[in-house]
């Protein structure tokens, strides 16, 4: 078993930043895939970033490209999501996920192909 327990979340005015973290714990893999999805709400949880855990590619929804920045510890078995500029838009609760399989395409970004999931850390932006 996995568990992911994220931290950092927190209220932040328009334009600033936060940077979260995800530690993984228990198994642990080599490879694999991470990611970010956040959900607001009243609405669907969507992806925002991955990256693979052995390194190369890594992913980001439109919305959030050149904001924001995930990267890994893997000694530490962390990844982290530096949040950049940040909207009010931005606002909500935001996951951290896992799988080992190693994602292409498509699978990247649904919340189906992650195995394992955080208890999630909010992030408010105020206008």
């Known amino acids: 078993q996995v568990q992911l327990v994220e931290s950092g979340g927190g209220l932040v005015q328009a334009g600033g930043s936060l940077r979260l973290s995800c530690a993984a714990s228990?198994?642990?893999?080599?490879?694999?895939?991470m990611a970010w999805f956040r959900q607001a709400p009243g609405k669907e949880r969507e992806f925002v970033a991955a990256s693979r855990w052995n390194g190369g590619s890594t992913y980001y929804a439109d919305s959030v490209k050149g904001r924001f920045t995930i990267s890994r510890d893997n000694a530490k078995n962390t990844v982290y999501l530096q949040m950049n500029s940040l909207k009010p838009d931005d606002t909500a609760v935001y996951y951290c996920?896992?799988?080992?399989?190693?994602?292409?395409?498509?699978?990247?970004?649904?919340?189906?192909?992650?195995?394992?999931w955080g208890q999630g850390t909010q992030v408010t932006v105020s206008s």
């Open positions: 228990g198994r642990t893999f080599s490879s694999g895939t």
């Open positions: 996920a896992r799988t080992p399989s190693t994602l292409y395409g498509g699978t990247i970004y649904t919340t189906f192909s992650y195995n394992y």
